[in-house]
């Protein structure tokens, strides 16, 4: 589902979070690298017991044993001191939100470590300095419950946005508490709807009805973890006896409630089936019961403007009774009044087709037009859509900057003003309030550098992989840089789950990294999205060895340009790029001098059983199939370690509350490395969940520790050595 103007490209570590999530031919590979490993036997099992004392004790030792290295290096403190300057400095621009007619923000800094919800008018949030009005303390929230909470956001009850859910998290986990919030008032509602912990989702259907998909108890949850069984909760009943709308299968990933109200008072009231993280079925909840619309699987319906359903295809379609074929990566709208009536025979209208060159990355309303961005060639593009009377829609090109990224934005329902980020590599987020009725689209706020840029340039490059495959990349380098191989290099990259890798503004990687002289490259590889889905498609299962070609050609890229040369170059990736690091590390480990692993998925035979794991198997395959099952065996990291193999010293990052990936793939190849006498650092904190910390303190030691490791690594320092 798409939020409203919710980020969908992927910055390095954030895909799943913030950091919320890149020449030809293979090129030599050492004989023994090269060579299939018989399976192991699992000897690390015990390390799945996540809390448990004996593991715990563990964890703690091998944390000791890295800070005893990287954080007594003389980098650290003053790189931590720089990081937590940039992430907290008052100067960053305050993301708005537009909600009942007024601004909101979430901000952390260094007097609200955990952050608040803050408002103020429209007017107020274009001056200078705008006066805020606390809403929500998440400090004070969390003193008051002894609880360690960290913000999720709010849920409301759309249009008025009066009511809403507060998500609140327990240091950092996807499992949330809800409680329900005046924002008129300011204060929790007394009395008010209250969900306890659990992996839920809830979505209001007017101000005394939410629809909740949540564990019920036994056959109502799937084997990924997530909810199938959706209830119906009125205002003032018992939560247990809420009524059942929908119940799907324990085989299914999740089954979620949708609830789309558009600016001219339509509603739509839905059930998104995840029969796997790619095919769905879509439902409208009607008096009569759950009606599936007949749509293909890979479609999803993500919004709705003036009664018209707005889809995104996946695949191509050619609809039931018509001849028109309508191809995937296509937006189309339904008539919502006409779906109710017959879903089965559906008459869509385009509203926007791709390109060979252009693919649609994501969209949201305001009360009468269409905010539309993609991708050309890796370029942002943005649009504002018009449905016109006669059905059809146009469109208005926004002037968006090359090698910049919309990274984020906020559309009003009340009238059609949006707010729009924009940033890039070397370009601070800049704000632009647009009017789509009116056409204006101006510059209102920009950010202050948070780093001196002015010596360093961005260049897009392409690579050929192993197939021919063209494949883009960015490389961001001081304008002297030397073409003779001595420049320290960080490449990274994410290759999956459709999720487009662009250009972000970064201080912390400005501050510690470009502004040391290092070169950071971003490389566009199969398995996301910035080609569309058919660039997703080629790297999915027994085909994904093509997203690790394409990484590998990028660096001999690299390489053969003279940018840097396997001494001076590291390469980052967190949770699937987490992944990509480890069959990087396996089956290149003569490539790289450092390589850093964060939050990973590393032990592919094992990773249906471990937290959500069995929600990827549409992008991984299945052991259950034995075709995935031997080409899984083949790229796991974990069971591809051999003891007679060089590798380099990695530093590998997990968190011991994240309950989406979980941080036992990380325990057992970290052990394993241990087992074969292999050097490696290890950091595995409390807090965090999917990333790098629970609030800016913490993301600023990890990330201190992070470019520690690559300075030690690839410049002229020296690691940990080889265990006894």
């Known amino acids: 589902m798409k939020m409203s103007f919710a980020r969908t490209t992927a910055r390095p570590v954030a895909m799943l979070m913030t950091f919320a999530a890149l020449v030809t031919g293979m090129g030599a590979i050492p004989a023994r690298a090269q060579q299939a490993v018989p399976e192991q036997p699992d000897k690390y099992t015990w390390l799945q017991d996540v809390y448990g004392e004996r593991q715990l004790a563990w964890v703690k030792a091998e944390n000791a044993r890295t800070a005893a290295v990287l954080e007594k290096d003389s980098h650290f403190a003053p790189l931590q001191a720089d990081a937590l300057k940039v992430l907290e400095s008052p100067d960053r621009l305050p993301d708005p939100e537009f909600r009942n007619g007024a601004v909101y923000n979430t901000w952390q800094d260094a007097a609200h470590v955990r952050g608040i919800i803050r408002r103020t008018t429209l007017k107020d949030y274009l001056t200078a300095e705008p006066k805020w009005e606390t809403l929500l303390d998440y400090d004070a929230l969390s003193k008051t419950d002894k609880q360690s909470w960290v913000g999720e956001g709010l849920q409301c009850l759309h249009p008025d946005d009066e009511l809403c859910l507060a998500g609140l998290s327990a240091g950092g986990e996807d499992a949330v508490t809800l409680r329900e919030m005046n924002l008129k008032t300011g204060k929790f509602v007394e009395g008010g709807f209250t969900l306890p912990r659990g992996k839920q989702d809830a979505e209001w259907v007017d101000k005394d009805t939410l629809l909740i998909a949540r564990d019920w108890g036994p056959g109502t949850m799937s084997e990924s973890g997530y909810a199938v069984t959706i209830r119906r909760w009125k205002r003032g009943q018992p939560l247990e006896s809420a009524e059942e709308v929908f119940r799907g299968d324990t085989k299914d990933t999740s089954d979620d409630p949708l609830v789309f109200t558009d600016g001219q008072g339509h509603q739509a009231v839905m059930v998104l089936r995840n029969l796997s993280f790619f095919a769905h079925e879509n439902y409208l909840l009607l008096p009569g019961g759950a009606k599936k619309l007949a749509l293909p699987l890979k479609a999803t319906v993500d919004g709705m403007l003036d009664g018209q359903l707005l889809v995104t295809l996946n695949e191509d379609w050619t609809p039931e009774g018509q001849s028109r074929k309508i191809v995937q990566g296509s937006v189309v709208a339904l008539d919502l009044a006409a779906v109710e009536k017959d879903p089965v025979r559906l008459n869509p209208v385009l509203v926007f087709a791709p390109t060979a060159e252009e693919f649609e990355q994501w969209f949201s309303t305001t009360k009468n037009h269409l905010i539309l961005a993609t991708l050309e060639h890796v370029q942002q593009r943005a649009y504002v859509y018009t449905l016109g009377s006669d059905g059809n829609w146009t469109r208005k090109r926004l002037p968006v900057p090359d090698n910049q990224t919309i990274d984020s934005g906020t559309g009003s329902r009340t009238d059609d003003r949006f707010f729009l980020t924009i940033e890039g590599f070397l370009t601070p987020p800049s704000l632009w309030l647009g009017d789509a ?187 259950s199939v034995p075709e995935e099952r031997a080409f899984l065996a083949s790229i796991s990291p974990y069971n591809q370690l051999k003891p007679d193999v060089y590798y380099p010293e990695p530093l590998i990052f997990t968190t011991t509350k994240d309950d989406r990936v979980g941080p036992v793939h990380a325990r057992k190849f970290a052990a394993r490395l241990e087992e074969f006498h292999k050097p490696f650092f290890y950091d595995e904190i409390i807090e965090g969940g999917h990333g790098p910390g629970a609030d800016k303190k913490q993301e600023a030691r990890t990330d201190a520790e992070y470019f520690t490791y690559l300075m030690m690594k690839l410049t002229d320092s020296t690691g940990l050595g080889p265990r006894d």
């Open 437 to 623: 009725g009116d056409g204006s689209f101006a510059l209102v706020k920009s950010q202050k550098p948070q780093f001196d840029a002015s010596r360093d340039v961005v260049e897009q490059l392409e690579a050929t992989s192993k197939d021919g495959t063209r494949v883009p990349y960015f490389v961001v380098h001081g304008k002297d840089m030397r073409y003779d191989g001595s420049n320290p290099t960080l490449l990274t990259a994410y290759g999956g789950f459709q999720i487009s890798s662009t250009p972000y503004y970064s201080p912390v990687n400005g501050k510690l990294w470009l502004e040391h002289g290092g070169v950071s490259v971003l490389a566009n590889i199969r398995g996301g999205g910035e080609f569309g889905p058919a660039w997703h498609e080629a790297g999915l299962k027994t085909h994904r060895q093509r997203i690790y070609d394409d990484f590998y050609a990028v660096a001999e890229d690299l390489v053969t340009r003279k940018i840097t040369s396997p001494r001076r170059l590291g390469i980052r990736g967190g949770s699937n790029g987490g992944l990509l690091m480890g069959v990087a590390f396996t089956q290149h480990p003569e490539m790289w001098n450092a390589v850093v692993i964060q939050v990973p998925l590393l032990d592919m035979l094992g990773f249906e059983h471990l937290s959500a794991g069995a929600s990827w198997v549409g992008e991984y395959g299945s052991v």
